[in-house]
C-alpha cells in the first residue's frame, strides 16, 4: 500500500505579523497536489494541527476545503486526517460521518476511527486517533469499575490519567480493538514522542516532560503517522515518523528541508519511506551583516535578520523593511570578539563600577562608552548601590 503522510498545515497561521496565506495556497494548490497526482496514494493521511487555532480565519477554511476537493473528487484519492492540539475537535469533524461515505475520513474522538483499504496483497487497517489531552481521555475513556467494601457492589468511579504516556497505555488496546485481527495496521495520531527532535514553533503539550509519550505504546502498529514535531524524522527503526510541517514556522527551522513522505507498506506490513522534499515561495533565513552591507541587496524571503550595528532597533527597522518587506525579527547582535578581548584587564576590575562598565563596552563594542550615556550608566549604578 502506498500512502502519503503529512501533518501540521498550521493553516490560518502568521509569520512575524505576516498572513501566510498566499505561501499556504503556493504549496498546497501546486506542490502538494503535484505529488499526490505524480504518487497515486491509496490514501493521504493529515496528522492534526490543521489549522493554527481553534477558530480558523474563513480563508483559512475555504482553502482547506478547495484542497480537499481537489484531492478527493479530482484526483479520487481518499484523506484520513485528525485534530491536532490546536484544533477544535468538534468544529473540524463536523459532518464526518456522512463525509465518510465520499472519501473524506475524519477521526471525531481520541477513542478512534477505523477504516478498510485495500491494496494487491489485501485489506489495511488505517486508524485515526485525534489528539487528546489527559483531562480529555479521562473523560472519554471507560470509567473504571471497583466493589463497594462490605457489599461487593460494582461502583463505577471516574478515569484518572496521569499524562499522555498513561493515557497511551490505556488507549492503545482500544485503538487495536478497532482492527480486524491479522490486517495490517497503521495508525495516525498526534503526539510528542520520546526521542523527538523539537523546533521552537511547535505549542507545548505540557511541562516538565509529562507530554512525552513511549514509542513502545505504539507496538502491533506497522506504521505509526504521527503529526507535532515540525522537524521530519523517523524513531523505533523508521516505523513511526513525523513527516514534519511543510512551512517554517519560526527561526528554528530557517533553512530546514521541508517534505512529503511517501510510505510504501508490503504484503508483511514492512515499511520504506521517502521524503518528497517541498520548495517553499518564500523560504525562512537568518541574515546577519552590518547595516550598510544588509542595504545593500534585497530579499522577498521571511527573514530573521542579525544587525552588527549598535544602531537603535526602530531607525533600523525602518530602513531596512525598504529593502526586506517580510521582515519576521530583528535583533542587534555582537561581532565575534578576539579572545584576547573577552576578559578585562585586571586593572579594570579593581576600578570602580563606572570605569569597570566603561572598560566592559569598550570590550564588547569596540568603542568607548559615548559620553550621553555616562548619566544614565551612573544612575543605574547608583540605584543599584542603594539597599
Same mark, same amino acid.
Given at each position: $500500500?502506498?500512502?502519503?503522510?503529512?501533518?501540521?498545515?498550521?493553516?490560518?497561521?502568521?509569520?512575524?505579523?505576516?498572513?501566510?496565506?498566499? %505561501?499556504?495556497?503556493?504549496?498546497?494548490?501546486?506542490? @502538494?497536489?503535484? $505529488?499526490?497526482?505524480?504518487?497515486?496514494?491509496?490514501?493521504?493521511?493529515?496528522?492534526?494541527? +490543521?489549522?493554527?487555532?481553534?477558530? /480558523?480565519?474563513?480563508?483559512?477554511?475555504?482553502?482547506? %476545503?478547495? +484542497?480537499?476537493?481537489?484531492? &478527493?473528487?479530482?484526483?479520487?484519492?481518499?484523506?484520513?486526517?485528525?485534530?491536532?492540539?490546536? %484544533?477544535?475537535?468538534?468544529?473540524? #469533524?463536523?459532518?464526518?460521518?456522512?463525509?465518510?461515505?465520499?472519501?473524506?475520513?475524519?477521526?471525531?474522538?481520541?477513542?478512534?476511527?477505523?477504516?478498510? @483499504?485495500?491494496?494487491?496483497?489485501?485489506?489495511?487497517? +488505517?486508524?485515526?486517533?485525534? *489528539?487528546?489531552?489527559?483531562?480529555?481521555?479521562?473523560?472519554?475513556?471507560?470509567?473504571?469499575?471497583?466493589?463497594?467494601?462490605?457489599?461487593?457492589?460494582?461502583?463505577?468511579?471516574?478515569?484518572?490519567?496521569?499524562?499522555?504516556?498513561?493515557? $497511551?497505555?490505556?488507549?492503545?488496546?482500544?485503538?487495536?480493538?478497532?482492527?480486524?485481527?491479522?490486517?495490517?495496521?497503521?495508525?495516525?495520531?498526534?503526539? @510528542?514522542? #520520546?526521542?523527538?527532535?523539537?523546533?521552537?514553533?511547535?505549542?507545548?503539550?505540557?511541562?516538565?516532560?509529562?507530554?512525552? +509519550?513511549?514509542?513502545?505504546?505504539?507496538?502491533? @502498529?506497522?506504521?505509526?503517522?504521527?503529526?507535532?514535531?515540525?522537524?521530519?524524522?523517523?524513531?523505533?527503526?523508521?516505523?513511526?515518523?513525523?513527516?514534519?510541517?511543510?512551512?517554517?514556522?519560526?527561526?528554528?527551522?530557517?533553512?530546514?528541508?521541508?517534505?512529503?513522505?511517501?510510505?510504501?507498506?508490503?504484503?508483511?506490513?514492512?515499511?520504506?519511506?521517502?521524503?518528497?522534499?517541498?520548495?517553499?515561495?518564500?523560504?525562512?533565513? &537568518?541574515?546577519?551583516?552590518?547595516?550598510?552591507?544588509?542595504?545593500?541587496?534585497?530579499?522577498? %524571503? *521571511?527573514?530573521?535578520?542579525?544587525?552588527?550595528?549598535?544602531?537603535? &532597533?526602530?531607525?533600523?527597522?525602518?530602513?531596512?523593511?525598504?529593502? *526586506?518587506?517580510? &521582515?519576521?525579527?530583528?535583533?542587534?547582535?555582537?561581532?565575534?570578539?578576539?579572545?584576547?578581548? =573577552?576578559?578585562?584587564?585586571?586593572?579594570?576590575?579593581?576600578?570602580?563600577?563606572?570605569?569597570?562598565?566603561?572598560?566592559?563596552?569598550?570590550? $564588547?563594542?569596540?568603542?568607548?562608552? /559615548?559620553?550621553?550615556?555616562?548619566?544614565?550608566?551612573?544612575?543605574?549604578? =547608583?540605584?543599584?548601590?542603594?539597599?
Amino acid at each position: $500500500m502506498r500512502l502519503l503522510h503529512t501533518a501540521d498545515w498550521h493553516l490560518g497561521r502568521t509569520l512575524g505579523g505576516h498572513s501566510l496565506h498566499q %505561501d499556504q495556497e503556493f504549496l498546497f494548490a501546486g506542490q @502538494f497536489l503535484e $505529488m499526490v497526482r505524480d504518487t497515486k496514494p491509496d490514501a493521504v493521511l493529515i496528522a492534526g494541527d +490543521i489549522f493554527d487555532r481553534a477558530v /480558523p480565519p474563513a480563508d483559512a477554511v475555504e482553502l482547506l %476545503d478547495d +484542497i480537499l476537493h481537489r484531492l &478527493i473528487v479530482g484526483l479520487r484519492t481518499p484523506v484520513v486526517l485528525i485534530p491536532g492540539n490546536h %484544533d477544535d475537535a468538534r468544529r473540524l #469533524a463536523f459532518g464526518a460521518r456522512l463525509l465518510a461515505g465520499g472519501g473524506l475520513h475524519i477521526a471525531d474522538s481520541p477513542l478512534g476511527r477505523a477504516w478498510t @483499504f485495500h491494496d494487491a496483497h489485501g485489506p489495511v487497517s +488505517i486508524v485515526a486517533s485525534g *489528539y487528546a489531552s489527559p483531562l480529555l481521555l479521562a473523560q472519554k475513556l471507560p470509567a473504571e469499575h471497583h466493589a463497594t467494601p462490605g457489599t461487593g457492589a460494582d461502583q463505577p468511579s471516574p478515569r484518572v490519567v496521569a499524562d499522555h504516556d498513561q493515557g $497511551m497505555a490505556l488507549l492503545a488496546p482500544l485503538l487495536h480493538a478497532l482492527c480486524t485481527p491479522n490486517q495490517r495496521r497503521v495508525l495516525v495520531a498526534h503526539a @510528542f514522542v #520520546a526521542g523527538g527532535s523539537e523546533t521552537e514553533s511547535e505549542r507545548g503539550l505540557s511541562v516538565g516532560g509529562t507530554g512525552q +509519550i513511549s514509542a513502545a505504546r505504539f507496538a502491533g @502498529f506497522h506504521y505509526v503517522a504521527l503529526g507535532h514535531l515540525h522537524r521530519p524524522q523517523s524513531l523505533a527503526e523508521g516505523r513511526l515518523r513525523y513527516a514534519g510541517s511543510p512551512l517554517a514556522y519560526s527561526t528554528s527551522e530557517a533553512n530546514q528541508q521541508k517534505s512529503v513522505t511517501l510510505v510504501e507498506l508490503d504484503a508483511q506490513g514492512g515499511v520504506t519511506t521517502q521524503e518528497l522534499p517541498l520548495t517553499p515561495l518564500h523560504p525562512l533565513r &537568518i541574515l546577519r551583516g552590518d547595516l550598510a552591507t544588509l542595504l545593500a541587496a534585497t530579499s522577498q %524571503d *521571511y527573514l530573521a535578520l542579525e544587525l552588527t550595528d549598535p544602531l537603535p &532597533i526602530a531607525e533600523a527597522q525602518r530602513r531596512l523593511a525598504q529593502n *526586506y518587506p517580510r &521582515i519576521i525579527g530583528l535583533r542587534w547582535v555582537a561581532e565575534a570578539l578576539p579572545s584576547t578581548a =573577552t576578559a578585562l584587564p585586571a586593572a579594570a576590575r579593581a576600578a570602580s563600577p563606572l570605569q569597570q562598565f566603561e572598560a566592559f563596552h569598550q570590550a $564588547m563594542r569596540g568603542a568607548p562608552l /559615548p559620553p550621553e550615556a555616562r548619566p544614565v550608566v551612573t544612575a543605574a549604578l =547608583t540605584s543599584a548601590e542603594q539597599p
